[in-house]
């Protein structure tokens, strides 16, 4: 190994404040550049900032650390304890006021970490990062750092993000001082590059002030042409959305009537405004008639017509079959040119909120006029691209269904109307473009179209016949195409005015946009590098980034190119020809593109399997290493989806020539949702620190090989060291075995293999058991606090172990029961596809895999434990305690009905008519019962019967039967109170058998 200094992310990083501010800023729409365009699974910028100056900076307390840095960093320190304590967020204060009164006490290198530290946490935040003294100061202590490093002097470090997707890591680059190179295999994420550390960088706020400029000419120009086709009411009121439904003929013996297919009749549900639709059959004309009903309530309104892609007649009341529905949609390539306008929503001026109206005469001959106009327009149309994209939108089964109702070219998801504003507002631009030529320096020229070109993907996104109306927004609601990351049907659907100053409007759009390139340009940054290139053959010379910090793909999470034909078609026709070379072919490039695509299109993609996508990421982690300077050092982001997933992951990295050195898990879900979906381990994202593994020389190192004993003994040494800290910070549970696996890895990846006294190479398979079996023990001894756990039974260490990997400590959400429930209940699909809609499930899920390791980490067998825990497919679950008094009192008892029902529990574990409450009145009818055989089953026997309120029986079994007597009970209840989510019943139950144990003499 090289002997480095080591970085301050290689020590340590306040995940938890970075975590929060991550959270927070996903709720941040001003100025922040997920507004600019859209881009899938964006990584959010306080995570990247924080991770970037911790991974640039080294750890003053480092013995290697340069003395040059330790002295600049103490000096900025001192001067924010001296001048800025005001910018510092409660956290820090207390820290920084001490360093006011005494400014020597920075001269200890560990106090400085734990400045530094802090600095980077309020850094984190939102608020902070235009904040000119924090960028000052970071930039200051970026560029010391490189040069105490080696850097040559006045030059910057290099970041390089190989996979840079929406620009998050480039831009935080080059906020904190760095230089930027960003490179994506995907067209348009390189546009999005280029704006954002390209022409911001360069031409700042003219770039606004054009755009701005140029854009109401946009608006103008092309209002004139498309007017005509959105007339105002008679009486002054504004359309601002049509809501329109596909229709089919009901297949019904000797029906066919046009049912218009709706998934819901509500049209607005929010404070005191309702108003629903009503169906009226009529019956001689074989159709549907609509009558809007102001102040509806639930009872007054019916169902949709449609319902899991079948669709109900409101005539004859026969439901024709999904199948049918899709033939019928199929032959009329999606049916969105005859759908049926059956609403439109209208503001009136000096009037508040929307106005619901039936559609009139006047709004059918607009979309009939837009229809013939477009036909005009593409029979007088000569040129290489058709008019509206013709380019194929292939089926990919489960994320792409749209193409099964015909809709087979990216132009067929727009309405006649649609395509024809898609269409004025593209030939509006050219027409800007042929304006501005030699008017502007042709860079700037170039830059304002591709930011007019991006605004005009933005109004696309609502300006399609998968667009919904929201029935709760505020603004004009309309909802865009990639509210997921996928392309299901949408039966009913909402068309916003693009000319309007709505959401789904130019105006808007343009807004939006102009925000990013004003906020952006307030940071004086300096100019990054993008280009187009594959990560799998990367452009960049050996040895030249000081840091690769990269957020790769992820097995099948997003079909990003497939997703980015959507735009990458219109931006073809805007700007194309302003990048030939981006733009060279009709559709995104694929072939390169790593992503397991083969389950989704096994026509297109048969080879893109799990093991191609491992194999790829494999040479792509080889490409970054080689870029890497041998003193640089490595960041790569992961998703934790399955254990088994990115255990391929660990070990791509490591067959690539990397070693990890830390690993922190940074959780960016805003709610629990996501993140209880599959229990202890999504939210976060894994920060994977690592260093290239060579010799002192420099050279690359293949054959050194560690000793598995020796690797076996300094393991449990290093969790003993690791988790303890961990916690103190907060961070326990899941979070905390994943920090833990970077200082696990570091004593397995230094070696180029590890092999056992046998010969045997020790896979990276079998370390992962080892190190997950090292955090279960040392977690169970932080848990009975220094009492030897070993005393315990298997089902005890794997129930506090369980309950403990599931808590996210003190600042966290702690994963209560109902928060799984509700996560485990989402998603809604209604395009007919096959959902797989999870069951409703209660009691604490793990991954079966992570319940695994962790109960062969304690010794325990989860076969044998089939009345503590059930398995199921994936998924393993810690049967909730009411769950178990059939097990814990015999047959006589009956289980507890659904928690939902609010019944009091004491009158259902022991039958019905059992058991009053209170212990005076306690009936005696007790079913004879045997003191279960664990400590645990005891413990859940005494929490029971406090539960059901038999007081009496629970100090008799207490006492006389002497289960209390056995010390270890009341240590499991104590490790088990701090356990149970807060409000859970066990909880509940746990306390009130622990507040007994005084009153009963133990
Ligand atoms: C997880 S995303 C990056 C997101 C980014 N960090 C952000 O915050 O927006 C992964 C990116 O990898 C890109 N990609 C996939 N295969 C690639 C390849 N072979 N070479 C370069 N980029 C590739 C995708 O286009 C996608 O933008
Ligand atoms: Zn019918």
């Known amino acids: 190994m090289m002997d480095y200094p080591k970085r301050l992310i290689e020590v340590d990083l306040p995940i938890k404040r970075i975590s929060a501010h991550a959270r927070r800023e996903k709720s941040i729409r001003h100025g922040h550049i997920s507004t600019l365009h859209i881009w899938w699974a964006r990584r959010p910028l306080a995570a990247c900032r924080a991770v970037i100056c911790a991974a640039l900076w080294p750890d003053p307390a480092d013995p290697l650390c340069p003395e040059s840095f330790r002295q600049a960093a103490r000096t900025w320190m001192r001067q924010w304890a001296a001048n800025h304590l005001t910018l510092l967020e409660a956290e820090s204060l207390k820290r920084f006021l001490g360093y006011q009164k005494d400014p020597g006490k920075l001269d200890d290198n560990e106090e400085l970490r734990c400045a530094l530290l802090d600095f980077i946490a309020d850094f984190a935040n939102w608020d902070n990062s235009t904040r000119w003294e924090y960028l000052q100061t970071a930039r200051a202590l970026t560029q010391t750092a490189h040069e105490a490093l080696g850097g040559l002097p006045g030059t910057r470090p290099l970041v390089v993000d190989p996979f840079a997707g929406g620009g998050a890591i480039p831009l935080e680059a080059l906020r904190v001082g760095a230089d930027a190179f960003a490179s994506d295999l995907n067209p348009v994420a390189v546009l999005l590059n280029k704006v954002v550390l390209e022409y911001i960088p360069k031409y700042g706020q003219q770039l606004a002030d054009e755009v701005r400029k140029w854009g109401e000419w946009v608006k103008k120009e092309a209002e004139k042409e498309l007017a005509e086709f959105y007339p105002k009411d008679p009486d002054g009121a504004t359309p601002i959305a049509y809501l329109w439904a596909r229709t089919i003929r009901c297949e019904g013996p000797g029906c066919g009537a046009e049912v ?77 040119a005859d759908a049926r306008l059956f609403c439109v929503v209208t503001t009136r001026p000096g009037q508040q909120g929307r106005f619901y109206r039936l559609p009139t005469e006047r709004d059918l001959g607009a979309v009939k006029k837009a229809a013939a106009e477009l036909e005009r327009r593409q029979r007088e149309h000569q040129g290489p691209l058709s008019l509206v994209p013709d380019e194929a939108l292939p089926v990919m089964s489960g994320v792409f269904n749209a193409p099964i109702y015909g809709h087979d070219t990216w132009g067929s998801l727009f309405t006649p109307r649609q395509a024809l504003a898609m269409l004025t507002l593209t030939r509006t631009l050219f027409k ?24 005009l993907n933005k109004v696309a996104e609502r300006l399609t016949s998968l667009s919904r109306y929201d ?99 219109w931006l073809r026709r805007t700007i194309g020809n302003c990048y030939p070379d981006l733009f060279a072919d009709p559709l995104t490039p694929k072939e390169e593109e790593i992503c397991e695509m083969a389950g989704w299109d096994p026509d297109r993609y048969p080879h893109k399997d799990g093991k191609w996508f491992e194999q790829k990421m494999t040479q792509a ?93 300094e393991l449990p040494r290093r969790i003993h060291d690791w988790l303890p800290r961990l916690a103190k910070e907060g961070v326990v549970g899941a979070d905390a075995i994943f920090a833990c696996l970077g200082p696990a890895l570091e004593v397995f990846s230094r070696y180029s293999r590890v092999e056992k006294a046998s010969g045997e190479v020790v896979t990276l398979k079998e370390y992962l058991e080892h190190v997950w079996a090292a955090v279960a023990r040392e977690a169970l001894g932080m848990i009975f606090e220094g009492a030897d756990a070993t005393g315990f039974e298997e089902d005890a260490r794997l129930t506090a172990m369980w309950l403990w990997t599931l808590s996210t400590g003190p600042n966290g959400n702690s994963h209560t029961r109902n928060q799984l429930e509700f996560g485990l209940e989402a998603e809604e699909r209604d395009d007919g596809e096959e959902a797989s809609r ?165």
């Not at 800007?432 to 605004?455: D, H, P, Q």
């Not at 895999?849 to 059930?870: C, F, M, P, T, Y």
């Open 621 to 713: 982690m080889a490409e970054g290493w080689r870029i890497l300077n041998p003193a640089g050092v490595g960041v790569v982001v992961f998703a934790h989806k399955s254990t088994d997933g990115w255990e391929a992951m660990l070990q791509a990295m490591i067959d690539a020539g990397w070693t990890i050195t830390a690993s922190w898990p940074i959780d960016t879900e805003m709610s629990t949702r996501l993140r209880a979906r599959n229990s202890a381990a999504l939210a976060s994202s894994i920060h994977l620190v690592c260093r290239p593994r060579i010799n002192s020389d420099g050279s690359g190192q293949t054959d050194n090989i560690g000793d598995w004993r020796d690797v076996l003994q």
């Open 260 to 336: 218009p297919l709706i998934r819901s009749l509500w049209l607005a549900k929010k404070g005191n405004r309702s108003v629903a639709l009503r169906l009226i059959p009529n019956r001689k004309e074989k159709r549907v008639d609509f009558e809007i009903i102001e102040n509806a309530r639930g009872r007054d309104v019916g169902e949709g017509t449609v319902r899991r892609g079948s669709a109900t007649c409101p005539i004859c009341g026969y439901t024709t079959p999904v199948a049918s529905v899709r033939r019928q949609l199929k032959e009329r390539r999606g049916g969105t």
């Open 432 to 455: 800007l473009r042929e304006k501005l030529n030699g008017m502007l320096e042709n860079g700037l020229e170039i830059a304002i179209l591709c930011s007019l070109a991006l605004t």
């Open 838 to 1002: 999870p069951a409703k499930i209660s009691g604490f899920v793990l991954e079966y895999d992570a319940a695994r390791k962790i109960a062969q980490g304690l010794g325990a067998h989860l076969e044998n434990l089939a009345s503590l825990v059930e398995v199921k497919g994936e998924t393993a679950r810690l049967l909730p305690v009411a769950e178990r008094s059939r097990y814990l009192f015999g047959k006589g008892t009956s289980q507890p009905g659904g928690r939902k029902k609010k019944q009091p529990v004491q009158m259902q574990i022991f039958g019905p008519g059992a058991g009053a409450k209170g212990e005076e009145g306690e009936a005696g009818e007790m079913p004879a019962f045997s003191p279960g055989a664990t400590v645990l089953d005891r413990l859940h026997q005494s929490m029971l019967l406090f539960g059901t309120g038999r007081g009496e029986a629970l100090k008799r079994f207490l006492v006389e039967e002497g289960a209390g007597r056995d010390p270890r009970l009341w240590r499991l209840a104590q490790a088990l109170s701090a356990l149970y989510p807060a409000s859970s019943e066990e909880k509940r139950w746990v306390d009130g058998v622990l507040v007994r144990k005084k009153g009963l003499g133990f």
């Open 471 to 569: 029935t709760s927004a505020k603004m004009s609601g309309i909802i865009g195409i990639f509210s997921g990351q996928r392309l299901p049907m949408v039966w009913d659907f909402g068309e916003g005015n693009p000319l309007l100053d709505r959401s789904s409007g130019w105006e808007q759009c343009l807004k939006w946009h102009l925000d990013v390139l004003s906020e952006c340009s307030k940071l004086d940054l300096y100019c990054g590098n993008v280009i187009a290139s594959s990560a799998l053959a990367h452009p960049l010379s050996n040895d030249i980034a000081n840091c690769v910090f990269t957020d790769p793909p992820y097995y099948n999470a997003v079909p990003y190119a497939d997703l980015s034909d959507f735009f990458y078609v």
